[in-house]
T-cell receptor
């Protein structure tokens, strides 16, 4: 079936470096994508989203890139900080029957080394 | 700020018990969702609701039921808890989708349920 996956389950980066978390999606009809951050013991928290009519969107220290040609989504975090340590999920809004469904990936754990 | 609260952070129950997980949101969202989260499996949708007294099955509804008597409250019920229902349960809410496109879902802190 259609699914959202992540290439790297764990990513370790040095504090101050940039982080890139990748996500592959399989449904070319998906039209909206979200990145969530989940810290230990907490629920997922919205970071940034992007519509399929865009290929890049920037927030504060975060950038999401969408490559529809290869169905790839990435989250870039600039100047990674210890507080960025968390599990990051991508989610895709995909058509299903007569409605839409939000499908979540399994997550990538980001570890920030001091 | 949107706030989604769940009645318990940690819960321990015995096999066969009836379990109620409560979720309340304060942003007048029409949509509410229940997920379970297990290592390596991501978030899996159990049930969702688009309106009061309305419910739809998600991907893994077996062994669960839900209740939405008021707009702000969405309850997940385990009729007879089993050990394979040990998991993290997450509630979420959102505004209704426009033109089929989902809006951002806001999550509660989760309830870690252990069934012995």
């Amino acid at each position: 079936g259609e699914s959202v996956g992540l290439h790297l389950p764990t990513l370790s980066v040095q504090e101050g470096d940039n982080s890139i978390i990748n996500c592959a999606y399989s449904n070319s009809a998906s039209d909206y994508f979200i990145w969530y951050k989940q810290e230990s013991g907490k629920g997922p928290q919205f970071i940034i989203d992007i519509r399929s009519n865009m290929d890049k969107r920037q927030g504060q220290r975060v950038t999401v890139l969408l490559n529809k040609t290869v169905k790839h989504l990435s989250l870039q975090i600039a100047a990674t900080q210890p507080g960025d340590s968390a599990v990051y999920f991508c989610a895709e809004n995909t058509p299903m029957d007569s409605s839409y469904k939000l499908i979540f990936g399994s997550g990538t754990r980001l570890l920030v080394r001091p | 700020d949107v706030k989604v609260t769940q009645s318990s952070r940690y819960l321990v129950k015995r096999t066969g018990e009836k379990v109620f997980l409560e979720c309340v949101q304060d942003m007048d969202h029409e949509n509410m969702f229940w997920y379970r989260q297990d290592p390596g499996l991501g978030l899996r949708l159990i049930y969702f609701s688009y309106d009061v007294k309305m419910k739809e099955k998600g991907d893994i509804p077996e062994g669960y039921s839900v209740s939405r008597e008021k707009k702000e409250r969405f309850s997940l019920i385990l009729e007879s808890a089993s050990t394979n229902q040990t998991s993290m349960y997450l509630c979420a809410s959102s505004f209704p989708s426009a033109g089929g496109m989902y809006n951002e879902q806001f999550f509660g802190p989760g309830t870690r349920l252990t069934v012995l």
